[in-house]
């Protein structure tokens, strides 16, 4: 009979736990009311808990329970997902500062963990809600801290046990998201779960609620969700954290900022703007999707270094990821969904950190199929989101890449700055459509009157800087429609309106649209078709 836990134990006990919750994840879907009904729950706790395993995996398998709760803490905060993850992650944050230097944890030990996971969890949201995994949490610590001194292990646990139950039934009447729907909270479960593998581990009888999981053909709508969902990880300290929780408070909904090691923080929420919810200073893992983004066959992720793309990219369907290097990228391929997914590079440096995230298999799973798509800027990738997110449920992968690398070689790109020279290089780059046997072409790959080169790119879609004779294949001849995206903060707007005013006076009947973009790495970035 096991009277204590050690790392051992607690490795049985996690990943028992994911094979449950993996088990119900459709079921938990399906539950997924609050705080909005997207559908998602079972599968972002189960993403969450995913990357716990993994970084429990690096460690030896005599590994002590204080390294091994620090490893999954850890791993489960990097990759958590979704309202109920990140509280998740924070809860066994918790618990790991609870055990932390333990071989082995005996039934005080757990009891303190039980109410440390309460305070966590309530700690994480800007504003608990009764009658979620909050609730469930404070009862389970209510219910052990009373037990007389001397209980055993397995007492605690069949305590805990008992008050989950209790807490999670009650949820249907307390949470106003439930009324008459006859169903529980889904996070609440995901709790129940946890504490019922832990339970099963020390030989503590557990009690099926069938009745709680429902037939994953219940799935809530997701046609009527507005807004987004904003995921990050933020290096900050407690004053900015502090104050990035009330500016969020203030402009979104379902809030979460809780704190990793030393000053990691992960950042969730819902709001209708993602740029609203962009930190200053040192982000990462920047990950945007339309709440009711409809599921696709193959899905798109979109990588840009503009900001100001992000919503228009999520909008289309994509799940986009700002500043991506290869784990961002590999997460967003999990996010779509998808067992097929195209991925959009905005650049040299993020398609090879898409190739990278291609072959993780530590994350994208093996029946999971990527492609990463000839997307080389910012435009690019806005480009083809829209004709993905249009037309890629008519092909099937790879006609759907080679179909979007037709239509890329229909636009051209070039980047400049604001000076005047650049601005009008540009403008007769844009305008004469780049065919490599136009002479206009080459005159402005050579540099416009002795000003500044604005050259287009040497392969479709793709931008670059470089002052050499441009070779592109475009089907080149009039120009008809041009997007201007506007770098710096605050963006090159002007610049931008100037450019397009340049075209014009060249190609009058010109469709322009200016987007503030908010890019660092370039004043303008421009693209014709």
């Known amino acids: 009979m096991i009277e204590y836990m050690d790392g051992p134990v607690a490795r049985r006990w996690f990943l028992s736990a994911l094979a449950a919750l993996a088990a119900a994840r459709a079921s938990l879907d399906a539950l997924n009311l609050f705080p909005v009904p997207d559908a998602d729950t079972g599968s972002n706790v189960v993403r969450t808990l995913a990357a716990g395993a993994r970084a429990a995996q690096e460690l030896p398998d005599d590994a002590g329970l204080g390294e091994l709760a620090a490893a999954v803490a850890e791993g489960s905060l990097w990759g958590a997902r979704g309202n109920s993850g990140v509280i998740l992650a924070q809860s066994l944050q918790s618990i790991a500062q609870t055990f932390e230097g333990f071989d082995k944890a005996g039934p005080d030990d757990m009891i303190r963990a039980f109410d440390a996971v309460a305070s966590a969890a309530t700690a994480a949201v800007a504003e608990p809600v009764e009658g979620t995994i909050i609730t469930v949490a404070r009862e389970i610590a209510a219910a052990t801290v009373n037990l007389p001194a001397g209980t055993g292990l397995r007492s605690v646990l069949a305590t805990a046990l008992e008050a989950a139950y209790a807490a999670t039934s009650a949820t249907t009447d307390q949470l106003p998201a439930l009324a008459g729907t006859g169903k529980v909270d889904a996070g609440a479960v995901c709790l129940v779960l946890l504490v019922e593998a832990l339970a099963r581990e020390l030989g503590v009888p557990t009690t099926p609620h069938d009745e709680w999981f429902p037939d994953p053909a219940e799935a809530p709508t997701e046609e009527s969700i507005p807004g987004y969902e904003v995921m ?243 089907a080149g001849g009039r120009i008809e429609l041009l997007t201007v995206l506007a770098g710096g903060r605050p963006p090159a707007t002007a610049a931008a309106q100037r450019l397009v005013a340049l075209v014009r006076g060249r190609v009058p009947d010109v469709e322009a649209y200016v987007i503030e973009g908010g890019q660092a790495e370039a004043p303008l970035e421009a693209m014709a078709q």
């Not at 104050?243 to 923080?265: P, Q, T, Y």
């Not at 290089?425 to 500044?452: H, I, K, M, N, Y």
């Open 232 to 474: 990050y990880l933020l290096r900050a300290d407690h004053r900015e954290a502090a104050a990035l929780r009330r500016h969020l408070s203030s402009v979104g909904e379902a809030v979460v900022v809780v704190r990793g090691a030393g000053d990691l923080w992960h950042v969730h929420v819902h709001l209708p703007h993602p740029q609203d919810a962009l930190a200053e200073g040192s982000m990462s893992q920047v990950c945007v999707r339309r709440l009711d983004a409809p599921r696709r066959r193959i899905g798109v992720v979109a990588a840009t270094t503009a900001p100001g793309l992000l919503e228009p990219l999520a909008e289309a369907g994509a799940v986009a990821v700002l500043g991506a290097g290869a784990r961002t990228i590999a997460r967003a391929v999990v996010d779509t969904g998808a067992r097929d997914v195209v991925v959009l590079p905005c650049s040299d440096e993020s398609a090879a950190a898409a190739a990278a995230a291609s072959r993780d298999d530590g994350v994208v799973a093996e029946d999971v199929e990527v492609r990463v798509a000839g997307t080389h800027s910012n435009l690019a990738v806005y480009d083809a989101a829209t004709v993905l997110t249009q037309r890629a449920e008519e092909y099937a992968l790879e006609e759907t890449v080679e179909h979007l690398h037709e239509v890329l070689a229909t636009s051209w790109h070039v980047t400049c700055g604001t000076d005047a020279g650049e601005l009008l290089a540009a403008a007769e780059a844009l305008a004469a459509g780049f065919r490599a046997d136009s002479p206009a072409a080459a005159d402005t790959a050579s540099g416009v009157g002795g000003a500044p080169t604005a050259a287009a790119s040497t392969t479709p879609g793709a931008a670059s800087t470089a002052a050499a004779p441009a070779r592109t294949a475009t």
